[in-house]
């Protein structure tokens, strides 16, 4: 089952803005290259259209936050670091486009929620996390070979967290 591709929210847009800044600033990027790929993160419309304009800088920004309370979010996150939090809510990662050797660390916590990342058949998934009346589910060892290293911590207390693969019957739930 092939995974959509979603479309690139204005958070992401701005935290992908943050760190060409920052790049800047850092002098790892002139001021024309950062002109040309805040133009590119603007006219962005999906996740895929991002990552090519990200993909060569080390991101030390803070973590890109994605929390829902009460609610169900979808998202392609666009930062190495990434802070996703469910409370009394859900939160979906599609993390499945990662190019590969690419290393995304995930701080994955619910409080009464369930956070799900979605990830490639050739995902390296690490787990540091831990569960308090919670549960921790994630997929064996990927199917393919050369696939991104993606770290998983938090912690979930009376909620779930859950990795899955395209090939899983939880992907599909995952989307909807």
Same mark, same amino acid.
Request: aromatic residues 2%.
């Given at each position: 089952m092939t995974q959509p591709v979603l479309r690139v929210s204005d958070q992401e847009r701005e935290q992908a803005v943050v760190v060409l800044n920052q790049a800047v600033a850092e002098g790892r990027l002139t001021w024309e290259e950062h002109f040309d790929r805040v133009q590119a993160v603007y006219?962005?419309? *999906?996740?895929?259209?991002?990552?090519? #304009?990200?993909?060569?800088?080390? *991101?030390?920004?803070?973590?890109?936050? #994605?929390?829902? *309370?009460?609610?169900?979010?979808?998202s392609a996150p666009v930062s190495r670091r990434v802070e996703a939090r469910a409370t009394f809510g859900a939160v979906v990662l599609d993390l499945s486009g990662l190019p590969a050797g690419e290393r995304v660390e995930v701080e994955a916590s619910s409080f009464c929620g369930k956070v799900t990342v979605l990830v490639s058949e050739a995902a390296v998934v690490l787990d &540091? &996390?831990?569960?308090?009346? &919670?549960?921790?589910?994630? +997929? &064996?060892? +990927?199917t393919a070979a050369g696939g991104p290293v993606i770290t998983v911590t938090g912690r979930s207390t009376l909620g779930n967290l859950r990795v899955v693969r395209p090939d899983s019957h939880w992907a599909r739930y995952a989307v909807n």
């Open positions: 006219a962005a419309q *999906v996740s895929t259209d991002l990552a090519p #304009v990200l993909a060569d800088l080390a *991101v030390t920004a803070a973590p890109q936050r #994605v929390h829902a *309370v009460a609610s169900k979010i979808h &540091g &996390g831990t569960a308090r009346f &919670g549960k921790r589910a994630l +997929p &064996g060892a +990927p």
